[in-house]
């Protein structure tokens, strides 16, 4: 549990529980004992505080806020020894569609996925049609027997189950505004803070793809079919053809809504490739869903392959955003260049770059990345173009780690970890080289200069 989070409603941090474990070890260990043998809880143990932060617009208008629920300290302990028990269980219910809350897993894997996938559509001229569904309110809205039907369908102890119950039926919650407080009963939802809670979802989620039929549906890869790649919530359905993904998104709507989850169709986005002709609108719950060339899934622009460039340029903005952020820090000539430097790399590189694993770039756009850590050395180090110093001697004053190589050491790593990755991952592999659309054309002729890989 990481130092410096703040406590739920008994006053107890992280740190205060850490400094006093040689004392409190021993009685934790037996009252968790008596928790998990006798399926009870203390009164007020799973009890939540709740503060609203406020996002952007009206203040007036509660939407605008964002709940924050602070949880006791003592208890996510003891959700944490209940994770750890259940947690191989949970583990091998989850199909490698699922990326989320799992060990082995990140969200490179999916971004990977997808942009291979592009790649290759393009060069083999196959149509792609990728449906990013968002659901409201998605954490909030499980239905408590969903979840408990999910839990054993998935074979999870009894004991566990009853156990989980007893903290939902006790569970309640504080909201604070201002100097009022209100207490209200949870009654849906998995528990914000909870160190159990992305599992119950994923778990319950996993109940809703049981119930759908898409074993020859999706995409054809290596003699497995690629019908949809989840994130937690964030799910992406894939398919050569309009209307068997129109098919596929009404099961999905149809059995998410028995676990208490209703899709966003404002949010949720239709991507196609270039290789795809005019459709008539695509209906989800009776809305149309928009119809895009690009989305941003995960961090990454997903869509069109040959739209890296524009990648590149949100990052490089995205760095620039964290260099202005501290940009008194950076400017400042009090302030030592060590510090500066730590700040840099911690900071703006990461921003610049994320999902740089999965990229594949030309010297054209190394060169932009670097060109924009060069004009953020500058400024770091108060010299202007017309000093004439070289990019030697700024490397040499500023001692940053240099972008580009980062790139590439990135680069190698994954290359290394995709090495080592189980055969049954989604990670590499061609589409079916002949695919029949739904107006019978058949497609899948490579192109004769194929693409960059």
Not at 83 to 111: C, K, W, Y
Not at 144 to 158: D, H, M, V
Not at 255 to 260: D, P, R, V, W
């Amino acid at each position: 549990m990481r130092r410096g989070t703040a406590p739920g409603e008994d006053g107890v941090t992280a740190d205060a529980l850490k400094l006093a474990s040689h004392v409190l070890v021993q009685p934790l260990c037996e009252l968790f004992n008596k928790c998990l043998s006798s399926n009870c809880i203390p009164a007020g143990f799973a009890n939540s505080k709740t503060i609203l932060l406020f996002k952007k617009g009206d203040p007036s208008l509660v939407a605008n806020y964002r709940p924050i629920s602070l949880l006791s300290t003592i208890y996510k302990t003891f959700t944490r020894v209940l994770t750890n028990r259940l947690e191989s269980h949970l583990e091998d219910a989850q199909p490698v569609e699922q990326a989320g809350f799992r060990r082995g897993f990140s969200m490179a894997d999916h971004i990977q996925t997808l942009n291979e996938l592009a790649e290759k559509c393009d060069e083999f001229h196959l149509p792609l049609f990728m449906l990013f569904i968002n659901f409201e309110k998605a954490f909030d809205s499980i239905e408590y027997g969903a979840l408990y039907k999910a839990l054993r369908w998935q074979s999870i102890p009894e004991q566990a189950i009853r156990l989980l119950q007893t903290i939902n039926e006790n569970g309640c919650t504080t909201i604070h505004i201002g100097f009022d407080k209100m207490e209200i009963n949870v009654c849906q939802g998995v528990r914000q803070g909870d160190t159990i809670s992305p599992k119950l979802f994923s778990a319950c989620l996993q109940l809703a793809f049981d119930q759908v039929n898409w074993r020859s549906k999706g995409i054809k890869i290596n003699g497995q079919h690629l019908n949809h790649l989840r994130f937690a919530d964030d799910i992406v359905l894939i398919s050569h053809n309009y209307v068997q993904l129109q098919k596929m998104a009404k099961d999905l709507q149809q059995q998410a809504k028995g676990i208490g989850l209703k899709i966003n169709v404002n949010k949720s986005k239709l991507v196609t490739n270039q290789n795809t002709h005019r459709r008539p609108p695509f209906i989800v719950a009776g809305q149309q869903v928009e119809q895009v060339s690009e989305f941003v899934y995960l961090g990454q622009t997903i869509g069109d392959s040959t739209k890296r460039q524009k990648e590149i340029g949100r990052r490089v903005t995205a760095g620039w955003r964290s260099f202005f952020k501290y940009k008194m820090i950076y400017m400042s000539k009090q302030t030592p260049m060590s510090l500066k430097r730590r700040l840099f790399n911690s900071c703006v590189l990461p921003a610049m770059l994320y999902g740089a694993e999965t990229w594949s770039l030309t010297k054209r756009e190394e060169n932009r990345l670097a060109v924009a850590q060069r004009r953020m050395e500058r400024i770091m180090a108060g010299i202007s173009l017309r000093e004439q110093k070289t990019n030697d001697w700024l490397c040499k004053l500023t001692r940053l780690s240099d972008v580009v190589r980062l790139y590439r050491q990135r680069k190698w790593r994954w290359a290394q970890r995709i090495a080592r990755m189980n055969e049954d991952r989604w990670r590499e592999g061609s589409p079916s080289g002949s695919q029949e659309s739904e107006s019978g054309d058949k497609e899948g002729r490579k192109s004769d200069g194929g693409t960059k890989s």
